[in-house]
C-alpha cells in the first residue's frame, strides 16, 4: 500500500508560478515511476509529467517549457514546478503513484489560474 498526499495548490494570477509537492509513505520502494494528472471541470483526467525511479520525464505537450517534475526517490516525494501560468491550467491535479501492478492517486488539490 502506498499513501500520497499533495499540497501547494492555490490561486495564482496569469503567468504566475506555484509549486506542488507530493509525499508518498508505505511501500515507497516499490514505486516505479511518480506522476501528476490533472483534471478540468467537465473533463477527463489527463497526464501533465511522470518521471521514472530513473530520472527519465514525460511531458504534455501543452506544459513541456513550463512545468518541470523532479523527484527524490529515497524521501518518495515528486514535486511539480509550475510557471507561466495560464487559465487552462485551472484544474484539480492529483499526484500518482505507480507500481507494477497498480497505481495509486491523492485526493488531490486545486489550481485555479485567474485574475
Known amino acids: 500500500q502506498v499513501q500520497l498526499v499533495e499540497s501547494g495548490g492555490g490561486l495564482v494570477q496569469p503567468g504566475g508560478s506555484l509549486r506542488l509537492s507530493c509525499a508518498a509513505s508505505g511501500s515507497i520502494f516499490s514505486i516505479i515511476k511518480m506522476g501528476w494528472y490533472r483534471q478540468a471541470p467537465g473533463k477527463q483526467r489527463e497526464l501533465v509529467a511522470t518521471?521514472?525511479?530513473?530520472?527519465?520525464?514525460n511531458y504534455a505537450d501543452s506544459v513541456k517549457d513550463r512545468f518541470t517534475i523532479s523527484r527524490d526517490n529515497a524521501k518518495g516525494t515528486v514535486d511539480l514546478r509550475m510557471n507561466n501560468l495560464k487559465p487552462e491550467d485551472t484544474a484539480i491535479y492529483y499526484c500518482?503513484?505507480?507500481?507494477?501492478?497498480?497505481?495509486?492517486w491523492g485526493p488531490g488539490t486545486q489550481v485555479t489560474v485567474s485574475s
Open positions: 518521471i521514472s525511479n530513473g530520472g527519465i520525464t
Open positions: 500518482a503513484a505507480v507500481q507494477v501492478i497498480r497505481t495509486y
